[in-house]
Antibody
Framework: QLQLQESGPGLVKNSEALSLTCTVS??????????WDWIRQPPGNGLEWIGT???????YYNPSLGSRVTISVDTSKSQFSLNLSSVTAADTAVYYC????????????WGRGTLVTVSS | QSALTQPPSASGSPGQSVTISCTGT?????????VSWYQQHPGKAPKLIIY???KRPSGVPDRFSGSKSANTASLTVSGLQAEDEADYYC??????????FGGGTKLTVL
């Protein structure tokens, strides 16, 4: 059964980097039919699209996050990762990874999400 | 890339219909038929309920329907049931493989 699972530290210090990994099981991350996305949700607030990666390594990011965000892929491990630098309290959120259909542009499968808290 | 505009709340009684709007621009909703809707219950991950404006994934009840006119997309929930109480988010393709979300609407079943 296809599943996405986020993993990484639940607590990150202010001004440091946040790093999360999404492991894809039950399907190939190298399928050309999908993009692999990161989305976040601050406590009590709405969803924000962070960015996406294709299995070739091509990436697209939310302009609002500027150069702080980097998404990478490791096809040999069926994983893709998020790195967000210079975090502040505003980056405290539940982070979700999701699979996006390349042609339909929708997020058909989501991970359960992982809460990352930025502490001072 | 600004967020799509949704009403913060909506409500209806069981059996009634409710419509949630999602307003974008001519750079996203208005130009692409790639609007999708997600349902999120408290503490859970979002779940896809509508894609490509009006299509329903397998297993989603036909009480959920979607439409679009110009820069505004809409989600209609007919025959409201208690389990429909949740947050609903719209998303639109915004070109160059980017997505933009709406702010979310909390649906209350009275």
């Amino acid at each position: 059964q296809l599943q996405l699972q986020e993993s990484g530290p639940g607590l990150v210090k202010n001004s440091e980097a946040l790093s999360l990994t999404c492991t894809v099981s039950g399907d190939s991350i190298s399928s050309g039919d999908y993009f692999w996305d990161w989305i976040r949700q601050p406590p009590g607030n709405g969803l924000e699209w962070i960015g996406t990666i294709y299995y070739t390594g091509t990436t697209y990011y939310n302009p609002s996050l500027g150069s702080r965000v980097t998404i990478s892929v490791d096809t040999s491990k069926s994983q893709f990762s998020l790195n967000l630098s210079s975090v502040t309290a505003a980056d405290t959120a539940v982070y979700y990874c999701a699979r996006r259909t390349r042609t339909g542009r929708y997020l058909g499968l989501w991970g359960r999400g992982t809460l990352v808290t930025v502490s001072s | 890339q600004s967020a799509l505009t949704q009403p913060p709340s909506a409500s209806g009684s069981p059996g009634q219909s409710v419509t949630i709007s999602c307003t974008g621009t001519s750079s996203d909703v208005g130009v692409y038929n790639y609007v999708s809707w997600y349902q999120q219950h408290p503490g859970k991950a979002p779940k896809l309920i509508i894609y490509e404006v009006s299509k329903r994934p397998s297993g989603v009840p036909d009480r959920f329907s979607g439409s679009k006119s110009a820069n505004t997309a809409s989600l209609t929930v007919s025959g409201l049931q208690a389990e429909d109480e949740a947050d609903y988010y719209c998303t639109s393709y915004a070109g160059t493989n980017k997505l933009v979300f709406g702010g979310g609407t909390k649906l209350t079943v009275l």
